[in-house]
């Protein structure tokens, strides 16, 4: 992946080095001590106040031409903020001006298959491994020369970021990941969960049959607001809110880099084979070093783990908040004021 990644500029910490940092931070920073240190209290914003981004920006970046909003100062310090399946990112229009108020460079891209997001070549595979869209961020930061940025996601995001923070540490700050530590591999995916566990996979394995995917292909707007649905139960939103992410789904190559992620996790399609060396490094579930909160919502209906099953994984400053008040699975739009503030909170661990 030369041709994407300088890595001259970007040197992998390997093993010994997040062993090193597991001994220095090996105690979780708590609430009480971060309050120590002072923070920045945001305004009280109701969900849904915004319904759009003041600025919408293309540029190409390794394999992409790559759409994304922008708000905030040009000087900032950055905030990447990564979106998850099936939404966009409308998932951050109530973060990005409150981090942007708070003197941010917020910089929200469409993944790949999303949104105003194009392959630049017709012939590159459309490939949804998470390490490709992992690497697809690292090209976005070098192409709009950013060395350095908080990372914040959920769902695919989350996902993202913290490959970015296991892969490429010196490129990340600090990182928010709602529903915590999400690296998994093929050969772990392999072993079954109980069938409790399963049955909220059930997305997982319709999209493993041709069946499926004609039927994600036929009625994505429709399975797109199921999820929505089952994933946050407790969440109102309304027929314009769902539209404006909808949209993002009328991507050309949408279909197929939703199906090829799931089909990849079960091991029942190949990735590139650019992408072995960080998949190999990916399988040994490797710990993330940089400072991070992780964030839970008290409603989340999609599957997630718990979060006392990955507190061990972060081994720097560390800190986990359940978000209460009937908050489901896309937790920056229903709770937009908490995701905002673990992003500065973070920032001044």
């Avoid at 460079?105 to 490709?132: E, K, M, W």
Wanted: net charge negative.
């Amino acid at each position: 992946m030369s041709e994407q990644i300088n890595h001259n500029r970007r040197r992998f910490f390997g093993m010994t080095a997040i062993a090193l940092a597991a001994v220095e931070f090996g105690v979780a920073r708590t609430a009480a001590a971060q309050s120590a240190q002072g923070s920045v209290s945001l305004p009280d914003v109701k969900a849904g106040t915004n319904t759009s981004f003041e600025a919408l920006k293309q540029v190409k970046a390794g394999v992409l031409d790559i759409g994304y909003a922008e708000a905030g100062e040009a000087d900032g310090p950055v905030v990447l903020l990564l979106h998850g399946w099936p939404y966009d990112i409308y998932s951050f229009v109530d973060v990005a001006p409150l981090l942007a108020s708070a003197g941010y460079r917020v910089i929200v891209p469409y993944l790949r298959g999303y949104g105003t997001t194009r392959f630049l070549d017709d012939q590159t595979a459309r490939n949804g491994q998470p390490s490709a869209l992992a690497a697809d961020m690292i090209a976005l930061l070098d192409a709009l020369d950013i060395e350095k940025a908080v990372i914040a996601g959920y769902d695919w995001g989350g996902r993202t970021a913290n490959i970015m923070a296991a892969l490429w540490p010196e490129r990340c700050k600090a990182m928010v990941s709602v529903s915590g530590y999400l690296i998994g591999s093929q050969e772990a995916n392999l072993k079954p969960l109980p069938p409790k566990a399963e049955l909220a996979w059930w997305y997982q394995f319709y999209f493993a049959t041709e069946r499926g995917r004609l039927g994600y292909e036929s009625n994505t707007h429709d399975f797109a607001k199921l999820i929505w649905q089952t994933a946050s139960p407790k969440w109102k939103f309304d027929d314009a809110t769902f539209d404006r992410s909808a949209a993002a789904f009328d991507n050309p190559d949408h279909v197929a880099i939703v199906i090829h992620n799931y089909r990849w996790r079960l091991g029942l399609v190949e990735g590139e084979a650019k992408y072995d060396a960080y998949e190999k490094t990916l399988a040994a579930l490797p710990m993330i070093s940089v400072p991070t909160i992780t964030m839970e919502g008290d409603a989340n209906g999609a599957p997630h783990p718990e979060p006392s099953a990955y507190a061990a994984k972060f081994s720097g400053r560390y800190e986990h908040r359940t978000i209460g008040g009937g908050i489901g699975h896309n937790l920056p739009q229903e709770a937009p004021q908490a995701f905002a503030q673990a992003v500065i909170d973070v920032d001044r661990f």
